[in-house]
């Protein structure tokens, strides 16, 4: 079993910056891919980025050259840089591990992009 708790959200003005860490604890997180999701008010949970275990990264087209995911297997860690943040960053950003069909999510964190 895996356990994920996200940490790092807030409220931050546009064009600010804030870093999202998700610890994950249980199994042996260095192998599975881990992902980061947002999910805005009245919107479904959509896919912001994801790095697998080799560290080969997958971004949706919004957050390109924006946001950042990172790895740190050591600390089983896993990290979201988010730079140039715009209100429509807006949601509760969730953490997911997966492996194969094997799925374990974060409780997710809230960040708020607002003047």
């Known amino acids: 079993q895996v356990q994920l708790v996200e940490s790092g959200g807030g409220l931050v003005q546009p064009g600010g910056s804030l870093r999202l860490s998700c610890a994950a604890s249980?199994?042996?997180?260095?192998?599975?891919?881990m992902g980061w999701y947002r999910q805005a008010p009245g919107k479904q949970r959509e896919l912001v980025a994801t790095?697998?275990?080799?560290?080969?990264?997958n971004y949706v087209d919004s957050v390109k050259g924006r946001f950042t995911i990172s790895r740190d297997n050591a600390k089983s860690t896993a990290y979201l840089q988010m730079n140039s943040l715009k209100p429509e960053d807006t949601g509760v950003y969730y953490c997911k591990a997966n492996l194969g069909h094997i799925e374990h999510w974060g409780q997710g964190t809230q960040v708020t992009v607002s003047s």
């Open positions: 790095i697998t275990n080799s560290g080969s990264t």
């Open positions: 249980g199994s042996i997180v260095s192998i599975y891919t």
